[in-house]
């Protein structure tokens, strides 16, 4: 039950950054489009973001953390690209700054949601 709600406070996230963000668009039928986007960007997120937050540990030690930014975009605009070439979702991110905001506005959105929807305890 915890999963479903994580993913759906995802998939809610990115109806938000979408709504909010100019360069992010989104085709075709969109519960659809933010359910598979919102399954790709946590296996991205998963698999993929300790990787590049590993390759780039001093990179993120020598901005004081701020580089986090960047591959939180990175992995933004990853799971966009996967999302629209391999899986014909439509899911369009423009541009680097798109992915930026993006990034920042799902991140904001999860956190607030999960602050008022997911008990503490089941964390």
Do not use: H
């Not at 975009?73 to 899911?91: E, K």
């Amino acid at each position: 039950m915890k999963l479903v709600l994580r993913w759906l406070i995802i998939a809610v996230s990115l109806f938000v950054a979408a709504w909010i963000v100019p360069g992010i668009t989104v085709e075709g039928d969109a519960i659809l489009t933010f359910s598979i986007m919102a399954l790709v960007l946590g296996l991205v997120n998963a698999f993929i973001r300790p990787i590049l937050k590993f390759m780039s540990c001093g990179l993120i030690i020598l901005t004081l953390g701020l580089f986090v930014f960047v591959i939180n975009a990175a992995t933004f605009l990853l799971a966009s690209n996967i999302a629209q070439n391999w899986l014909d979702v439509g899911f369009y991110v423009e541009n680097f700054g798109a992915a930026l905001l993006g990034s920042i506005v799902v991140s904001i959105v999860t956190i607030v949601l999960s602050e008022i929807l997911i008990d503490e305890r089941e964390r």
